[in-house]
């Protein structure tokens, strides 16, 4: 093997010997390494039920607090107004006719028929097996057509070029970003870190098909609905009390 | 009839003027491209509410009209009008260089254009917007085919079927064009399916104006003589178009006014009290469609140039308008997330935008490439007849 | 002619790949580690564009988040501290790890546009 790394060996010889060693790359995955290493499956589908009458405003300012420090994002220096990331934030509406007024938190919904994984050009924007629509910010070419296609308004394009980031959450400059429902956190078998801050009931997250989990069964007990269910997309995020 | 093809000359000082004045706008667009990448879309005016601006309202300009620039070409080989037939070439050029120009636009404004590629190779069907990409890439095969046989005598025969192959085409891609918006259910002001076939009556009228303004101007230029035969006839199509914009345009309205679920979006363009309303009703309703009527129809006007070149240029600007208001517009209304329910907090309100001077830049760049294209390629190939006097253009035509 | 600078050329460049092929110099951990963590230097070489782009999406895609072949796991390892200050070098930075070849062959890193350059608080291997 030569010593000499210039451009066309580096080129030839990575082509030529790819197909090989990638499928011995696989086999080699499968026997050195134990944990986690499985696909997740359809098996699950992960959800969130937000209970508005038991959620306090302060805890929904928490739940945005948190899910910054977790992933993040809020520390823009140039980006302004609208242009600033928000993965998840607070609403609060009033009833027209009655005047009651709710406050909610509002996060990709992850939807079981996303819009936004329809439009994407790319496939960038995609929904795991297990439910959770992620935006694969490698094939992301921030054309921002998802953005246009959101019904909740839940993406952001992250408008500067960032440092810092955390580890276990890459974003970059010129691509689209949501919330992800911390599928790092979920993956290694924890909850969202919104739903970590909030330590009541008010927001419960689970197997949306496990019949034995809370929020199963909570869903078959209490009123419950989706945001914009007239547009028949089966969110995995649910609310009672609007 | 021998129509008889020949190169501009392009040794004048006007035509380097030209060259230079274009060139310099698109340098300017370039640098501006280089600003947004460099430090990121917070130089721009778009944000998470109006993710789309002013290049994407020039990018779709562009791309609508270079589809209906074909039209002449068509009704030339599709429907067999023989006075257009002269025409063709050039139509071809102007719809093929109005298509380069406006994507340009569109891929200099992503978030990575650098990923360009990644859009070629990484498809999702589902997706209109990569159907897009697939039709937009066709389509200048496609034309570049139906011009070669129209170029190559030998070829001439075919020239019918080329350009059946690529009306349809055209079709095609207006309707994919329109369908980007049309198939956004979650916005009130696109969830439309006739914003398909609407962009296609736009494609024939801003595209007409263009190839009119493009016509009279290359023949003004280089001395030749151009008809009245030609001329009035384009006029009165140009008419014909406008007019048909203007229908769809009211049975857009008129249906989403009817459907009370509607009405916000519809109060909100037509009645509110802010820059949409009123580029809707002085700009794109009476500067871009009734003021060019009545210079084409008016019977003092008939056969003016310089009002038929008005009236091009403001069915233009029409278009600009109207595309503002569809896309940026369209975007600023806030979607309807809680029926019944006013949001106090967190969303909501018409969204703020202000074009920034990059993005105009980059938008005005994309016609110049455009246009400059135009320019050297006539002087480079044979697209221009030699003359399109009433003789050789409509020898059968009554004066 | 031709061939003469073609080959001082190359001379030249392998000798000063030569000198940074061992990268191992720095105070990093794995500059500290006599463990193997992973396939030999060429192997590594020649294939982490493929090993990198395959984890990538076995593990934004399937979800499997194992060490090998992690970028992250990259980095944590990799990275140098710098003595004085106690902060680690960004290792996308001139003269450290992904730059010392990747400058000499001038193949742009798209990687750290996103990815965070020094290892995070809790990192641990």
């Not at chain 1, 953005?147 to 691509?175: I, N, W």
């Not at chain 2, 609508?64 to 067999?80: D, E, K, M, P, R």
């Not at chain 2, 151009?226 to 008129?254: E, P």
């Amino acid at each position: 093997m030569s010593k000499t790394l210039n451009r066309r060996d580096f080129i030839k010889t990575t082509s030529a010997t790819t197909v090989g060693v990638a499928a011995i790359a696989s086999g080699v995955t499968l026997t050195s390494f134990a944990a986690n290493d499985k696909s997740v499956t359809n098996a699950k589908r992960w959800g969130m039920l937000i209970d508005t009458n038991k959620l306090t405003e302060t805890e929904i300012d928490g739940m945005v607090g948190a899910c910054r420090k977790e992933n993040g994002w809020g520390s823009e220096v140039h980006s302004t107004g609208n242009q600033k990331p928000t993965w998840i934030k607070k609403l609060k509406v009033q009833d027209k006719a009655t005047g009651k007024i709710t406050d909610l938190p509002l996060m990709c919904q992850h939807c079981e028929e996303p819009p936004c994984v329809d439009v994407c050009p790319t496939n960038a924007s995609m929904k795991r097996e297990d439910g959770i629509v992620l935006v694969d910010r490698h094939l992301c070419i921030g054309c921002r057509y998802c953005m246009m296609a959101c019904p909740y308004d839940a993406r952001s394009f992250v408008h500067e070029d960032l440092t810092d980031q955390k580890e276990h959450m890459p974003r970059g400059k010129g691509t689209v970003e949501s919330c992800t429902l911390c599928v790092h956190k979920v993956d290694n078998g924890e909850s969202p870190a919104c739903v970590a801050s909030v330590n009541s009931d008010a927001v419960i997250f689970g197997d949306l098909y496990d019949a034995n989990s809370k929020i199963n069964q909570t869903l078959k007990k209490i009123q419950s609905t989706q945001i914009r269910a007239d547009l028949n997309l089966n969110t995995g995020v649910r609310y009672s009390g609007i | 009839m021998n129509i008889r093809y020949e190169q501009t000359q392009g040794r004048s000082l006007g035509f380097y003027a030209l060259i230079a004045g274009l060139g310099v706008l698109i340098l300017a667009s370039l640098g501006a491209v280089y600003y947004m990448e460099h430090h990121g879309h917070y130089v721009t005016g778009m944000n998470n509410r109006i993710v789309w601006g002013m290049p994407h309202v020039f990018a779709l300009f562009l791309i609508v009209a270079a589809s209906g620039a074909l039209n002449v070409a068509s009704i030339a080989s599709v429907f067999n009008k023989k006075m257009y037939k002269p025409l063709s070439r050039l139509s071809g050029l102007v719809s093929l260089a109005l298509l380069a120009g406006g994507l340009m636009v569109l891929v200099l404004d992503l978030g990575r254009p650098d990923r360009l590629i990644v859009a070629m190779t990484e498809y999702n069907f589902k997706s209109i917007f990569a159907w897009n990409i697939i039709l937009y890439n066709g389509f200048f095969v496609i034309v570049a085919v139906y011009l070669w046989m129209m170029f190559e005598r030998r070829m001439n025969k075919f020239t019918s079927k080329a350009g059946l192959a690529a009306f349809s085409w055209r079709l095609i891609l207006t309707t994919g064009t329109g369908s980007i918006f049309g198939f956004l259910v979650a916005r009130q002001a696109y969830d439309a399916v006739i914003m398909a076939p609407m962009f296609i009556i736009m494609s024939f009228a801003f595209g007409l104006a263009f190839f009119i303004l493009i016509l009279m101007a290359s023949y003004k230029w280089t001395e030749r003589p151009l008809g009245d035969a030609v001329v009035n006839r384009l006029g009165n199509l140009l008419g014909v178009f406008v007019a048909a914009v203007m229908y769809f345009v009211a049975v857009k309205h008129l249906g989403n006014l009817y459907l009370a679920e509607n009405a916000g979006v519809e109060n909100f363009i037509l009645f509110g009290d802010h820059i949409y309303t009123n580029l809707f009703w002085y700009g794109q309703i009476i500067l871009g469609g009734l003021i060019p009527m009545a210079l084409i129809y008016h019977p003092a006007l008939k056969g003016n140039r310089p009002a038929l070149g008005l009236a091009s240029v403001l069915v233009l600007i029409g278009g600009v308008i109207q595309l503002y208001i569809i896309i940026v517009g369209g975007q600023a209304y806030p979607m309807e997330m809680f029926p019944g329910k006013e949001i106090l907090e967190g969303y909501g309100g018409i969204a703020a935008y202000t074009p920034s001077l990059p993005e105009i830049t980059l938008g005005i760049g994309g016609i110049a490439v455009a246009l400059i294209a135009v320019a050297f390629l006539v002087k480079f190939l044979p697209f221009l007849p030699e003359s399109l006097a009433d003789e050789v253009a409509d020898p059968h035509h009554k004066s | 002619m031709y061939r003469l600078l073609v080959l001082f050329l190359s001379i030249a460049l392998s000798v000063s790949i030569a000198q940074a092929s061992n990268d191992l110099s720095g105070n990093s951990k794995a500059a500290q580690s006599t463990e193997k963590y992973h396939d030999s230097v060429s192997v590594i070489r020649k294939m982490h564009p493929e090993f990198l782009n395959h984890k990538r999406d076995k593990t934004l895609r399937q979800g499997v988040r194992t060490e090998e072949n992690s970028l992250k796991g990259c980095v944590n390892c990799h990275a140098n501290k710098d003595e004085k200050t106690n902060q680690y070098h960004p290792v996308n930075e001139q003269d450290q790890f992904c730059s010392t070849c990747h400058q000499k062959v001038s193949v742009s890193v798209d990687c750290f546009s996103c990815h965070r350059t020094t290892p995070g608080k809790g990192a641990s291997l």
